[in-house]
T-cell receptor, first 114, second 113 residues
């Protein structure tokens, strides 16, 4: 299994540009989520999904859109990038239920918005 | 919503000493408390977790304690080694919020030889 795969690893955008951060997992995990990591701020939840066709907002959803058309993929869209969105983005997934709540993280995407 | 506070933000210890990181949470309905370790430039990885029906859990040199009354939990690392140097994040989840984890802001631990 490849686990959780994120692309790209690095991206530089200009203010106002749009882009999609890709996230895919091959572990048949129903739960997927996106976090952003900023210095001194920890990991903040942007959006999450408990299954195909179901998404919900996290702590910091403004400026981001998500969709979940398949179990495997959970892309994060920036419609009009702003410098405040400069951050490291992590996608994470886990199995449903409470027997094993381990979150599997992708390797991250470092995004700079100029 | 749930608010998780983590202290200290930085911690420096000598190799062989113990390290303790403390977290408090606000939502009394929270029932799952994991700890993640993130080495420089790497992804966070789960190192230990505890549920609200347990007061303490150990795994080799790592232990987590939970005080539900006071709403705080702690990570204890004994006999620290340089490879323990990393950022540690605590988190909390309550069943009412589904699967969403709320993370603390992290503790940067440095173990000096």
């Amino acid at each position: 299994n490849a686990g959780v795969t994120q692309t790209p690893k690095f991206q530089v955008l200009k203010t106002g540009q749009s882009m999609t951060l890709q996230c895919a997992q091959d572990m048949n995990h129903e739960y997927m989520s996106w976090y952003r990591q900023d210095p001194g701020m920890g990991l903040r939840l942007i959006h999450y999904s408990v299954g195909a066709g179901i998404t919900d907002q996290g702590e910091v959803p403004n400026g981001y859109n998500v969709s979940r058309s398949t179990t495997e993929d959970f892309p994060l869209r920036l419609l009009s990038a702003a410098p405040s969105q400069t951050s490291v983005y992590f996608c994470a997934s886990r199995k449903p239920g409470t027997a094993n709540e381990k979150l599997f993280f992708g390797s991250g995407t470092q995004l700079s918005v100029l | 919503g749930e608010n998780v506070e983590q202290h200290p933000s930085t911690l420096s210890v000598q190799e062989g000493d113990s390290a303790v990181i403390k977290c408090t949470y606000s939502d009394s309905a929270s029932n799952y408390f994991p700890w993640y370790k993130q080495e420089l430039g790497k992804r966070p990885q789960l190192i230990i977790d505890i549920r609200s029906n347990v007061g303490e859990k150990k795994d080799q040199r790592i232990a987590v304690t939970l005080n539900k009354t006071a709403k705080h939990f702690s990570l204890h690392i004994t006999e620290t080694q340089p490879e323990d140097s990393a950022v540690y994040f605590c988190a909390a989840r309550n069943s009412n919020s589904g699967y969403a984890l709320n993370f603390g802001k992290g503790t940067s631990l440095l173990v000096t030889p």
